[in-house]
């Protein structure tokens, strides 16, 4: 009996505490909830157009400051102990973090479109993050190499900085993706094999004359994209425009998971032997060059899914598409080919997801001029 009266007493002891810690934890939440709704609404006089997200707990979570005209960015930002995103945007007089931006447990910070001149000191405190967007700033001189061991993609377009960014990583550290477009960058540097890179876009980077035979050592990189235009951002092909060739090493057929290539308006005369050594590509683009020939050896490409090589100087196409049941889009629209020109044996093939041909600029989606039936193309293809 006694036992029983003194498991009885543990038992209500236990509900006793437990429902003071949970009235405890109830109270210290509201305390913080009240905090953020002050600094909210404190953050909304100065700037009513400021946007807040709140997490599953309804703590906020991100904070997004359009035009920060005076350059002042709001410390009520330090009673947000959740805040992980934090956008500064189209600030133009931001040239400069507090110190105390240092104590915010950010892992996304996005600062386009303002007015730093080096990359801010403060945010090489911060560690942690994981996502830094510092385009379009005149950012000239980046001393590198950047401790972010956590760094998942760093937005640097439309800056004046000359140099590939390093960044230092563990063993542990994700792969990155660099977004280095309308820049001056003239290479990418051996360094390059001292990181794990996921992603590189360098468009418009005229002055770019050098790449590492160390980019084949990347193992994680799935994405390059050295595709240039020839007025910068207006994706626009213009005949008259004056490309360069991109010095591509060969040595990129060795990277074991690259996905997506994009050369497009290159000045190339031909598809690089590089590309028919690259058979994890999904994704290649070649618009906008010389090219007069895709060579029958594309079929080694088996995991091809999409092809655009509209602007170039084509006049049919590879019996070997006939062969390539993965593809699900050609674009090849601004080239002199002719229907009749077509290789019956690349319509040898029935897919089960049809091929998109986008073939002329005028979008003739006619069968008449096929060297096949509407019912033998519609087995593997359909009119885009």
Request: aromatic letters at 10%.
């Amino acid at each position: 009996m006694m036992n029983k009266v003194i498991y009885l007493v543990f038992v209500l002891f236990t509900i006793f505490t437990s429902a003071c810690n949970s009235e405890k934890k109830r109270t210290i939440s509201k305390e913080v909830y009240e905090k953020e709704l002050k600094a909210i609404k404190a953050i909304k006089e100065r700037h009513p157009l400021a946007d807040f997200e709140k997490n599953e707990d309804g703590l906020v979570r991100l904070v997004a400051i359009d035009s920060l005209s005076n350059g002042e960015i709001p410390v009520e930002l330090l009673a947000f102990s959740k805040l992980k995103v934090l956008l500064l945007l189209h600030g133009d007089n931001l040239s400069e973090l507090p110190d105390w931006i240092c104590n915010l447990p950010l892992s996304k910070f996005f600062l386009s479109e303002n007015n730093f001149k080096h990359f801010p000191q403060q945010l090489l405190k911060m560690q942690q993050l994981e996502v830094i967007d510092l385009a379009d700033n005149p950012i000239s001189v980046i001393q590198t190499p950047l401790n972010f061991p956590k760094l998942k993609k760093l937005y640097l377009q439309k800056t004046k900085i000359t140099k590939f960014p390093i960044i230092k990583q563990d063993p542990n550290s994700p792969a990155i993706e660099f977004f280095l477009s309308k820049n001056s960058i003239d290479s990418i540097p051996d360094e390059i094999s001292t990181m794990k890179i996921k992603k590189i876009w360098m468009t418009d980077c005229n002055h770019l004359s050098y790449i590492s035979p160390n980019l084949g050592k990347q193992d994680s990189l799935e994405e390059l994209n050295f595709r240039f235009f020839a007025s910068p951002g207006t994706g626009v092909y213009n005949p008259n425009s004056k490309p360069k060739t991109i010095p591509v090493p060969k040595e990129i057929a060795h990277c074991k998971n690259l996905k997506s290539l994009n050369l497009g308006h290159n000045k190339l005369t031909a598809i690089p032997n590089y590309v028919f050594e690259i058979e994890t590509l999904e994704d290649l683009q070649l618009w906008g060059n010389q090219i007069s020939e895709i060579p029958e050896k594309i079929v080694k490409l088996q995991k091809l899914r999409n092809l655009t090589m509209d602007g170039n100087e084509l006049k049919t196409l590879p019996k070997a598409f006939g062969r390539m049941p993965n593809l699900q889009y050609i674009n090849v629209q601004g080239n002199a080919i002719s229907k009749e020109n077509l290789p019956v044996e690349m319509f040898d093939i029935s897919r089960e997801k049809k091929c998109r041909l986008h073939l002329y600029m005028n979008y003739d989606k006619s069968f008449e001029g096929l060297p096949v039936s509407q019912e033998q193309f519609e087995k593997g293809y359909e009119w885009y």
